[in-house]
């Protein structure tokens, strides 16, 4: 059983670029999170979607945007890159339920990007 | 505001002996926690999880004890072993409020000395 995967790996990107990520949730997961997680901070939410929808957004900038397609797959872009998004950038997927969370969230491996 | 925090950062232990990571979160509408296991370059990992209505929860080696009234959360590790070593995340999700975040600590580094 396939558990979540996320690429690229790890990623380095100049200030002003733009990046996309990707992730592909755990078989039978219909719902993905976005975190992003600082070097030795816990991770922080970013924004979640279920039926190709954002149903919750954290406290993260329109620079920020996603998608989640038919397949349940889902990516993450982040546009004018700063410094400061340099992160390990993590995705997790649970069984979404039409209202309400408390849905285990398995978390991908990550991908590290780095910003010059 | 919302927030889980953590009462040690780093916690060393002898190998063999039982652990504990404490957990303080605020937000007593919090309906759901969860512990994760991250090691080093590796995403978060599920240990085992908490509802409620529940004060107590045990799984292979590891036992959770929530206590609603001072707002306390805290995994128990029996016989820690080197693997062991690793930051312990608690999250919280106050899904009863509409909630589908995890809310998330900066954190514990668990140590295990041989």
């Known amino acids: 059983d396939a558990g979540v995967t996320q690429s690229p790996t790890h990623l380095i990107k100049t200030r002003g670029q733009q990046v996309t990520l990707r992730c592909s949730p755990k078989?039978?997961?219909?719902?993905v999170s976005w975190y992003q997680q600082a070097l030795g901070q816990g991770p922080q939410f970013i924004f979640q979607y279920y039926e190709e929808e954002e149903r919750q957004r954290g406290n993260f900038p329109d620079r920020f945007s996603g998608h989640q397609f038919p397949n349940y797959s889902s990516e993450l872009n982040v546009n004018a890159l700063l410094l400061g998004d340099s992160a390990l950038y993590l995705c997790a997927s649970s069984l979404g339920k039409q209202r309400g969370g408390g849905d285990t969230q398995y978390f991908g491996p990550g991908t590290r990007l780095t910003v010059l | 505001g919302e927030s889980v925090g953590l009462h040690l950062p780093t916690l060393s232990v002898q190998e063999g002996d039982n652990s504990i990571i404490n957990c303080a979160y605020s937000n007593s509408a919090s309906d759901y926690f969860i512990w994760y296991k991250q090691e080093s370059g590796k995403g978060p990992q599920f240990i085992i999880d908490i509802r409620s209505n529940m004060d107590k929860r045990q799984g292979q080696r590891v036992t959770v004890l929530l206590n609603k009234t001072v707002k306390h959360l805290s995994l128990q590790i029996a016989a820690t072993q080197p693997g062991d070593s690793a930051v312990y995340f608690c999250?919280?999700?106050?899904?009863?409020?509409?909630?589908?975040?995890?809310?998330f600590g900066t954190g514990t580094r668990l140590k295990v000395l041989a």
């Open positions: 999250a919280e999700n106050p899904y009863t409020s509409g909630t589908y975040k995890y809310i």
């Open positions: 078989s039978g997961h219909d719902t």
